[in-house]
Structures are given as C-alpha cells and as structure tokens.
C-alpha cells in the first residue's frame, strides 16, 4: 500500500526560527509533490510544489526533494505566528495520497 | 483564483436522512473530488470524476454516491445518513486532466456533516 508518513507533531519553533517538516513516501514512481498548510476549521491549501530533485524556494519556504532517499521536506524561515497550522505532505503517481499532516506551533 | 465553493459550511441531519453536498468549481476544470477529513485518519478520498456523467469509486465510497451533470457541479449524496458519517467533507477540483497529477488541487472550505 502506498504511504506518506509525516510526524504528527506539535512540533514547537520559537518565532523567528526555521521550522523544518519532513516526509517521506513509499511509492518509489511517484512524481509530483505538494505542501498544503491548514489552520484549524479550515480547509487545506496548497502552498509548495516540487517536481525534480533539489530545492524550490518561494518565499519564506523552501520545499526539497531526494528521490533516492523518498523524502520531502519544507523548511520556512523566520517563522511567525501565523505559520501555526497543520502541514500535509501530498506524493502523486496515478493519484495525490496525503499524509495525515505535521501540527507545528510557532512560540511567540 | 480557482474558487470551490461548498454549499454549506455547518449542516445536522438526521440518521436515516438522505443528504446532498455540494460543489461547485469556476474555473472550467475537469477533475474533482470529495474527500472526509477525521482527526487522526487525514484526508480519505471518497469519490471523483474526471469528466462529466463520469465518477469513480475512491477509497472508502461505501454509503456514498455521487453525480456530475455539469462540468462546475459535482454533488455527494449520503443515501441514508449514519451516525459514522459525522465527518468534514471537502471537495477540490483540479487543473490536472484524466490520471495527470502535474498540479495540486484546491479545496472548497469545507461542510462539517453532523449526523445525529
């Protein structure tokens, strides 16, 4: 069965610091991924994609992809307050499959 | 932007009740989808279509069904409403085409089923 693991956290960051999520996936032919924020009650919306091995910065978030390793991640730097959320990895073959998400607290 | 609008936002209903969701999507796209969001079970995908008057079974389609008979609309019916049912439902639409997963999907903001 192909599965996207994520910790489900809190992982807690200080404002001002980067937060780091990471990923990974078992589907070795995937070939798009995708980084959905979620505030609570509220629905998912996509904020990264990646597509090649290497680093994609937009903004303050960076996403990075190792396809040899199966692994994603999403950094954002200089965390605020307002990055509080739930962070949902998405890998797609033939179809987006969705980790169950990260929750990461930024401290004030 | 894309906008997947949802019918309702908050929605109580009856065991036993047949229950419509819906969904509409302004940007002309061709995939969509319905998934219910639990705590600790993530997104699991209950039903899409790919085209008009065309659905397909997702993961857990079991006590529901849908229907497409416009492109924008694609509805989520409970045949007979169960108390396992209380969920938040979430449609999204996508650019991508057929099995394509080139683009991500946007999501509408959600209807919170409670089923009592």
């Known amino acids: 069965q192909k599965e996207v693991e994520q910790n489900s956290g809190p992982l807690s960051v200080p404002e001002g610091a980067i937060a780091s999520l990471n990923c990974t996936y078992s589907?070795?032919?995937?070939?798009?991924f995708f980084w959905y924020r979620q505030y609570s009650g509220k629905s998912p919306e996509l904020i990264m994609s990646?597509?090649?091995?290497g680093d994609k910065e937009d903004g303050r978030f960076t996403a990075q992809l190792n396809k040899a390793s199966q692994y994603v991640s999403l950094l954002i730097r200089d965390s605020q307050p307002s990055d509080s959320a739930t962070y949902l990895c998405?890998?797609?073959?033939?179809?987006?499959?969705f980790g169950k998400g990260t929750r990461l607290h930024i401290l004030p | 932007d894309v906008k997947v609008t949802q019918s309702s936002r908050y929605l109580v209903k009856r065991t036993g009740e047949k229950v419509f969701l819906e969904c509409v999507q302004d940007?002309?796209?061709?995939?969509m989808f319905w998934y219910r969001q639990d705590p600790g079970l993530g997104l699991r995908l209950i039903y899409f279509s790919y085209d008009v008057k065309m659905k397909e079974k997702g993961d857990i389609p079991e006590g529901y069904s849908v229907s497409r008979e416009k492109k924008e609309r694609f509805s989520l019916i409970l045949e007979s409403a169960s108390t396992n049912q209380t969920s938040m439902y979430l449609c999204?639409?996508?650019?991508?085409?057929?099995?394509?997963?080139?683009?991500?999907?946007?999501f509408g903001s959600g209807t919170r089923l409670t089923v009592v």
């Open positions: 999204a639409s996508s650019l991508a085409t057929g099995r394509q997963v080139d683009y991500g999907y946007t």
């Open positions: 990646i597509y090649s091995n």
């Open positions: 940007m002309d796209h061709e995939n």
């Open positions: 589907d070795r032919g995937s070939q798009s």
């Open positions: 998405a890998v797609a073959n033939d179809k987006i499959i």
